[in-house]
């Protein structure tokens, strides 16, 4: 087991009427900044039940963060946070919100006018904003941990940022906040965490039974109730699939392995370049990625297989390409896109894809670093090409 450290101060408040508790948890006197996304909380009446419960307290708005949260919007944002002496950030969103959200709280305490590198280079300063969160949209885990993945449409880069610091104070969880969302977005939701669980999971394998077991559960109840939550969103589907995104990205299941983070990075680039909504970029490109690494993931893999997939048959071989093959099947159960062939008119290109990776320093990903540039160009490949070459080349049933 790697060593380290593990603290989530975060306090979670879960459950149906989760938002009354917000008044009880902002502090008395504090200036708000309610940060939201396109104003669909104008419109389910999320944004009037927040605002009631902000009470007295003077709050401002700004509204507009995108889906993939631009470094430009943060700074506009910075910029009437700092004119409105505001001195708590509320995050009234999913994921893409509260990212931003948390990396605000840190550009308003910069000096710089362009904190772009400052923060790269995690030097972050110590009086960030305390950040506070209403979940719209699970998926992200973003409620409570310290990354915030945001993009500069100027230098043309999507990358994680992390802080500590900026961790939210608290986060309340409502599963009725889910009940205006399209099956495109829950879709998105469910992906988003499985691949997350799945980057800390299908790694190198340590002396981490707690943690592979806690990842088996969640990868287990995103399987059972993510098609439930598409086809009826009831109460207990929301439940589960909240309570599962959060746990599958807030540190817990990560402690004392080694991730891997490579699926997510080419996702990035995938987003960034062509628009693909984050968790379709992670399904197209995560099958493939296994399949090229099939060596070395395969005792991973086929734990996947019989804990997961209760595959019984067959060897270690065997049960580990069938575990990507079901993976694959899930993804197209929920309805996202498992081949750049499913993109409709977008055409992938490898050396733009390359080039975004090099533009952020990303050319050694993997639990092991050595996934670089060829390497990448081989997986997209191998996406576009389909399965039945890498099955051919790993000679294993797939059947």
Known sequence: MVNFTLSNPTTIVFGRGAIDALSEHLPADCRVLLLYGGGSIKHNGI???????????????FGGIEVNPHYETILNAAQLAREKQVDFILAVGGGSVIDAAKFLAAVVACPESDPWGRLRNEDYPDDILPVGVV??????????????????????????????????????????????????QLANGVVDAFTHVLEQYVTEQGNTPIQYGYCEAILGTLIEWGPI???????????????????????LIGSGVRQDWSTHMIGHALTEIYGIDHARSLSVIMPSLYRFKFEQKKQMLARYGRRVWELTDGDDAEVAMLAINRTEAFFAEMGTPISPNDLGSIVISADDVVAHLERANQTGLGEHGDIGPHEVATILGMAKNGADKVQIRHSHTTN
């Open 47 to 61: 944004y009037d039940r927040v605002a009631e419960k902000i009470g007295d307290r003077p709050f401002f708005e």
């Open 229 to 251: 939550l598409l086809e009826h969103n009831s109460l207990e589907a929301r439940e589960n699939t909240m309570w599962a995104a959060n746990q599958a990205l807030n540190g």
């Open 135 to 184: 979940l719209t949209l699970p998926a992200t885990g973003s409620e409570s941990n310290p990354v915030s993945v945001i993009t500069s449409t100027t230098r043309h880069l999507k990358v994680p940022f992390s802080s500590d610091r900026a961790r939210p104070a608290f986060a309340l969880l409502d599963p009725d906040t889910m009940l205006s969302l399209s099956k495109h």
